[in-house]
């Protein structure tokens, strides 16, 4: 199985830029996704293929990277953000990552 | 609107079986892979199953190989999911979620959720 690791937490002020890393343990091509995950909803498709903006997301929100190293980026931070964002990779069938916590100041 | 409506979920002792349906509407059903995906209470995202528009391509997570199955009825636009010797570690909120694009599941992702059903697996 491809195992994809992601920080538990992190903690960021308004208005800030804040960027969410998720590492594969092996090379996934460009197919690599982002969850946006608010509590007591229903995950939400932020970012395909590693890059492009799902229909509706706010351009504050981009992707990057290639192969195994990803990361989601904020820009700026709102405070409506605070949310659980999973990776999610569909190279060798599917698998998320843990989810990383992202918490306001 | 896509929606996903799931339900079945319920309170389940060890080793029974339970059925899990997934209502879909606002699309052409018949068109689109579908999947299972759980959450376990304050835990992240499994992945348990997919199945593509006319079932001829069907893939389960190993945990529940075996003892889960996976079917659509296009007729009916509805998901399933037989889960049979169900063990404490099964409880979790199910979601049916829908592939982004038409007649592919290899390589995709998942473009809608439905709000999930819960399973409990406890005696």
């Known amino acids: 199985d491809t195992v994809l690791t992601q920080s538990p937490a992190l903690a960021v002020s308004p208005g800030e830029r804040v960027s969410i890393s998720c590492r594969a343990s092996?090379?996934?091509?460009?197919?690599m996704h982002w969850y946006q995950q608010k509590p007591g909803q229903q995950p939400k498709l932020l970012i395909y293929?590693?890059?492009n903006l799902a229909s509706g997301v706010p351009a504050r929100f981009s992707g990057s990277g290639s192969g195994t190293d990803f990361t989601l980026t904020i820009d700026p931070v709102e405070a409506d953000d605070t949310a659980t964002y999973f990776c999610?990779?569909?190279?060798?069938?599917?698998?998320f990552g843990g989810g990383t916590k992202l918490e306001l100041k | 609107e896509v929606q996903l409506v799931e339900s079945g979920g319920g309170l389940v002792q060890p080793g029974r079986s339970l059925k899990l349906s997934c209502l879909a509407s606002?699309?052409?059903?018949?068109?689109?892979?579908m999947n299972w995906i759980r959450q376990a209470p304050g835990k992240g995202l499994e992945w348990v199953a997919s199945?593509?528009?006319?079932?001829?391509?069907?893939y389960y997570a190993d945990t529940v190989k075996g003892r889960f199955t996976i079917s659509r009825d296009n007729a009916k636009n509805t998901l399933y999911l037989q889960m049979t010797s169900l063990r404490s570690e099964d409880t979790a909120l199910y979601y049916c979620?829908?592939?982004?694009?038409?007649?592919?599941?290899?390589?995709?992702?998942?473009?809608?959720w439905g709000q999930g059903t819960l399973v409990t697996v406890s005696s």
């Open positions: 979620a829908r592939h982004s694009r038409i007649l592919r599941i290899r390589g995709d992702w998942f473009a809608y």
């Open positions: 606002g699309f052409t059903f018949s068109n689109y892979g």
């Open positions: 199945i593509s528009s006319s079932s001829s391509y069907i």
């Open positions: 092996e090379g996934v091509n460009s197919y």
């Open positions: 293929k590693a890059s």
């Open positions: 999610q990779q569909s190279w060798n069938e599917w698998t």
